[in-house]
């Protein structure tokens, strides 16, 4: 268990990264695997990454005082990406606790494609969740 301050938790609820396609894959690895200390909320659209590279870090002993809030992945139902984020969604889930499906992680998929008209809408939904009033 490391030491952190209640001050810093509290501060990395309100810190979300997030991006779409390429920048998902920046989410992943810059935010989530390197910068877990700074940022709870975690927004994936049409993208991913090794899951593994990913679960060694939310599992290892030194960040598990570090809650993840949200993380939320989404792609069109014809994104060249959909199969990625899919996969990649329910590798995290299965293999960590600290990530549970409608309690803290979410899939969604909206019709279209690899375009901001998929994104948009989920851009919506995400930031609602990742920044609703209370967070335990």
Same mark, same amino acid.
């Given at each position: 268990?490391?030491? #952190?301050?209640?001050?810093?938790?509290?501060?990395?609820? +309100? @810190?979300? %990264?997030?991006?779409?396609?390429? *920048?998902?894959?920046?989410?992943? #690895?810059?935010?989530?695997?390197?910068?877990?200390?700074?940022?709870?909320? @975690?927004?994936?659209?049409? *993208?991913?990454?090794?899951?593994?590279?990913?679960?060694? #870090?939310?599992?290892?002993? !030194? %960040?598990?005082?570090?809650?993840?809030?949200l993380?939320?992945?989404?792609a069109?139902?014809?994104?060249?990406?959909?199969?990625t984020?899919?996969?990649?969604?329910?590798?995290?889930?299965?293999?960590t606790?600290?990530?549970?499906?409608?309690?803290?992680?979410? %899939?969604?998929?909206? !019709? *279209? *494609? +690899?375009?901001w008209? #998929?994104?948009?809408?989920?851009? @919506?939904?995400? %930031?609602?969740?990742? @920044?609703?009033?209370e967070?335990?």
């Amino acid at each position: 268990s490391s030491d #952190v301050c209640s001050s810093d938790l509290a501060a990395r609820q +309100h @810190f979300a %990264l997030g991006g779409l396609s390429w *920048g998902s894959y920046f989410t992943y #690895v810059s935010g989530m695997r390197l910068n877990l200390p700074y940022f709870g909320n @975690f927004i994936c659209f049409s *993208g991913g990454t090794n899951p593994d590279y990913i679960l060694g #870090v939310i599992n290892s002993p !030194e %960040l598990i005082d570090y809650p993840i809030y949200l993380y939320y992945s989404a792609a069109g139902t014809t994104d060249m990406a959909h199969d990625t984020g899919i996969i990649n969604f329910q590798q995290l889930v299965l293999y960590t606790d600290r990530l549970v499906e409608g309690q803290n992680a979410f %899939l969604h998929e909206t !019709e *279209g *494609g +690899h375009t901001w008209n #998929v994104w948009s809408t989920e851009i @919506f939904n995400a %930031l609602q969740l990742a @920044f609703h009033a209370e967070k335990n």
